[in-house]
């Protein structure tokens, strides 16, 4: 499995921007497609994005569609999620996942491995 560490997340403004960055561990990551999702308190964990193996495609989810973006540098072994015009809605523990899978849809249990999570708060 691939071990996954989160980083970036913190306090924003409303109408502000972060960009979260999930490092992954091993020599494999290029095989892997990488999703994001996020849990707020007394809510179930949420689906927010995923990218191809590649990079070459992007899903996401429809409340943050438009404002979010994934991208992964497989060099690096790293995905990220930008992310603007946040809202205070937003606010969440957010987690990287990665799964093997070659059809994924929105459903954590698609995914195998996840990361601790990163708190993002927006303020109003």
């Known amino acids: 499995q691939v071990q996954l560490v989160e980083s970036g997340g913190g306090l924003v403004q409303a109408g502000g921007s972060l960009r979260l960055s999930c490092a992954a561990s091993?020599?494999?990551?290029?095989?892997?497609?990488m999703g994001w999702f996020r849990q707020a308190p007394g809510k179930e964990r949420e689906y927010v994005a995923h990218?191809?193996?590649?990079?070459?495609?992007?899903w996401y989810a429809d409340s943050v569609n438009g404002r979010f973006a994934v991208s992964r540098d497989n060099a690096k072994n790293t995905v990220y999620l930008q992310m603007n015009s946040l809202k205070p809605e937003d606010t969440a523990v957010y987690y990287c996942?990665?799964?093997?899978?070659?059809?994924?849809?929105?459903?954590?249990?698609?995914?195998?491995?996840w990361g601790q999570g990163t708190q993002v708060t927006v303020s109003s």
């Open positions: 091993g020599r494999t990551f290029s095989t892997y497609a």
């Open positions: 990218i191809s193996r590649s990079g070459m495609s992007t």
């Open positions: 996942a990665a799964t093997y899978k070659t059809f994924v849809s929105g459903d954590p249990s698609d995914f195998g491995s």
